[in-house]
T-cell receptor, first 112, second 115 residues
Framework: KNEVEQSPQNLTAQEGEFITINCSYSVGISALHWLQQHPGGGIVSLFMLSSGKKKHGRLIATINIQEKHSSLHITASHPRDSAVYIC??????????????FGKGTKLSVKP | DGGITQSPKYLFRKEGQNVTLSCEQNLNHDAMYWYRQDPGQGLRLIYYSQIVNDFQKGDIAEGYSVSREKKESFPLTVTSAQKNPTAFYLCASSIAPGYYPNEQFFGPGTRLTVL
């Protein structure tokens, strides 16, 4: 079983729709990251969360530590949001930080 | 501008040849990482280095080697011992490990195809 699971694997939306991508993990973590990978392959960090909620423009990320679950929301989606969204967690080994463990990604395609 | 550069973007090699992928950063980061990405799989850690002249194996180090002679540079060699080297390779860096929060910054990647 993967330690980081994302859903859905693929998502197609119409421009303007509200989008939610989910991430569940099974280990204790010190932080959770949401990353965006464009078709060219480069990866950009969107959010780093350890609790609560963060907002940047049309993107909102939430995390529930007790339920080991995070969501990434995109409001008023646009074709330029089309990308692969990756969830990654930094494992907490009794107070010391481990390396990142990555989900397989969610491929989002927003149609005009 | 500060950032991470990887070159080349596309690389083709014949089977049995060693190949070295370049990764340079000017962010003054102590830690650097190499990941491999295959279709349908999450990124997997090959090697990482927390400081100059030191590096550690990641989850899939077999068939790869690295060096860290300078803070800015962390080249990855894909050796002929790597059974399935065709993949997309990503380099990343972060400030000193153990520092919280520890965000990683990624390079643009190198797509290696072994013919």
């Amino acid at each position: 079983k993967n330690e980081v699971e994302q859903s859905p694997q693929n998502l197609t939306a119409q421009e303007g729709e509200f989008i939610t991508i989910n991430c569940s993990y099974s280990v204790g973590i010190s932080a959770l990251h949401w990353l965006q990978q464009h078709p060219g392959g480069g990866i950009v960090s969107l959010f780093m969360l350890s609790s609560g909620k963060k907002k940047h423009g049309r993107l909102i990320a939430t995390i529930n530590i007790q339920e080991k679950h995070s969501s990434l929301h995109i409001t008023a989606s646009h074709p330029r949001d089309s990308a692969v969204y990756i969830c990654a967690v930094r494992v907490n080994y009794g107070g010391s930080q481990g390396n990142l463990i990555f989900g397989k990604g969610t491929k989002l395609s927003v149609k005009p | 501008d500060g950032g991470i550069t990887q070159s080349p973007k596309y690389l083709f090699r014949k089977e049995g040849q060693n190949v070295t992928l370049s990764c340079e950063q000017n962010l003054n980061h102590d830690a650097m990482y190499w990941y491999r990405q295959d279709p349908g799989q999450g990124l997997r850690l090959i090697y990482y280095s927390q400081i100059v002249n030191d590096f550690q194996k990641g989850d899939i180090a077999e068939g790869y080697s690295v060096s860290r002679e300078k803070k800015e540079s962390f080249p990855l060699t894909v050796t002929s011992a790597q059974k399935n080297p065709t993949a997309f390779y990503l380099c990343a860096s972060s400030i000193a490990p153990g520092y919280y929060p520890n965000e990683q910054f990624f390079g643009p990647g190198t797509r290696l195809t072994v013919l």
